[in-house]
């Protein structure tokens, strides 16, 4: 028979309730890319929006490295000299200052024009003639036989002469057997030296002796050969020495004449 006419749908039905989440279905393949599409008509711009609220103060920046320093600009024009002020009050009183270096000498002035020589005085009587230390001598005094010389030696000759506080002492021809070591004697009062004295000489075979001469206190008179030395050849010398003893009261010796 001829199918009836649909019914009017009923009321919907409450919701059932939420099902499961279902399982993800298997990924469709990739389609092909479509057509590429023509470009569009570039649109009107628009009309510019209204100024917008300034936004709040941001945080201050650090702060840059230093610029190049700028080129020098000329100097200013000097300006006037003000008028000097009122004079003040005096300072303290310095220190003295150190001496300055003394100046240098200055010439010396020409001398002056000669006078002319004026008159003899009258001559004074002549005085006493008096007797000059400084020329004063003994002359020579032979003391040969005040000195002693060791056994195997001899001296020649030994003579003393003091003129003013001036003392000579000649030996001559001292010569031994072996070597020597000995004192041959004392300077006589009146010819003492002031200091001690002494003197190395040789004979003609360079053997070699030293004289010496005590002072006051032992004014002896010795002869010593070094300790290798054997015997000394004639030897002849002399030695001379200052004195301030008083000039001799009496002389020593005897008179030499040469």
Do not use: M, Y
């Amino acid at each position: 028979g001829l199918n009836g006419k649909d019914g009017k749908p009923g009321a919907q039905g409450a919701a059932g309730a939420k099902g499961e989440r279902g399982l993800p279905g298997i990924a469709g393949k990739d389609g092909k890319p479509g057509a590429k599409g023509e470009p569009g008509l570039n649109g009107k711009d628009g009309k510019p929006g209204a100024q917008g609220v300034a936004g709040a103060k941001g945080e201050r920046g650090p702060t840059g490295e230093r610029g190049l320093p700028g080129v020098a600009g000329k100097d200013g024009k000097s300006g006037k000299d003000g008028k000097p002020g009122s004079q003040g009050p005096s300072g303290v009183k310095g220190e003295r200052g150190p001496a300055g270096a003394d100046g240098k000498d200055g010439k010396n002035g020409k001398d002056g024009v000669k006078g002319d020589r004026g008159p003899a005085g009258p001559v004074g009587p002549a005085g006493p003639a008096g007797e000059s230390s400084d020329s004063r001598s003994t002359g020579f005094r032979q003391i040969t036989a005040l000195l002693d010389a060791p056994a195997g030696a001899g001296i020649e000759h030994a003579v003393l002469r003091r003129v003013g506080n001036t003392v000579e002492f000649a030996i001559s021809g001292l010569r031994s057997r072996k070597r020597l070591k000995a004192v041959l004697g004392k300077v006589p009062d009146g010819f003492r030296p002031c200091h001690h004295q002494s003197l190395v000489t040789s004979d003609n075979e360079f053997h070699h002796v030293r004289f010496e001469v005590g002072a006051k206190r032992s004014p002896t008179i010795s002869v010593q050969q070094p300790p290798s030395a054997d015997g000394l050849s004639e030897v002849s010398t002399s030695i001379v020495w200052l004195t301030d003893d008083k000039w001799p009261a009496k002389l020593p010796g005897k008179e030499w004449n040469r």
